[in-house]
């Protein structure tokens, strides 16, 4: 349908300029030369587009507030991360381990499992069981030297705990061991980046 | 002060308006950036940057509550 102001003459068409200031009308046509329906619905859309880009902005700023609310959030539990030292613990006495195998144990708490290695080369390893992608357990795969992840396929170098492959991108959080009286006493935690 | 006395045309409000949603949007992306970054250092167990990088948040929150207020100047309700 074409629109044409002679079907619907505007009431008050001389009046219409006081009536409808500052609108700019989507057809680029003046007033004068608009449908009488937009006189009964005046929309200004240059505002109508301000008041959504207004919104639009408002909720940016409460998305950005709540990114420093979570930033504190951090911070706090930065705190309470830095205070917490973990008390040493005996895991294992060394003969129970032979070369090439994994004892799962936990520290340093009853719910935190780690993964204690006796690697080839002799030495022991451990690290935390969780994979550093979205805490999947990971699995020791001691003949190819690594540690597997399978959710996602992420690989972990079994002497370093680093990511090899797939999607993790940090290292497993290796647990500090120190051997005395041939046990094996595990002393810290090491959270480590890339 | 109304729209209709700020002294700017329709047009002339719209690039503000745009100007200002850029920065907002810019600062937005800042603050992202920083909460990943700072996410991923202190599960990494660096715990240093975690207050820097909060204070660093809040600057910019105060930038973009600063433009949200010119923006209201601009055209309130």
Known sequence: MQDHPAEFPPDNASQAPAVLPRIRFPDGRSEADQPGWR???????????????????????????????????????????????????????????PVGETMRLHYPGPRDPILLTHLSTGAFVAYGQLCTHLQCPVVPRAELGRLECPCHNGWFDLAEGRPMAGPPRRPLTRIQLEIRDGVIHATGVEERTA | MSPADDGHTPDQRGILLDGILFLVGLILMLQLWLLTGTMEAFLGGDLEIAWPAALASLACQALNLGLWRILGALDPR
């Open chain 1, 39 to 97: 006189h009964a619905f005046p929309i200004d859309w240059a505002r109508d587009q301000v008041v959504s880009r207004r919104d639009f902005t408002r909720l940016m700023v409460l998305t950005g507030l709540a990114f420093t609310v979570a930033q504190f959030g951090v911070g706090l539990a930065s705190l309470r991360a830095g205070r917490a030292r973990p008390e040493p613990k005996a895991l294992a006495r060394v003969e129970e381990i």
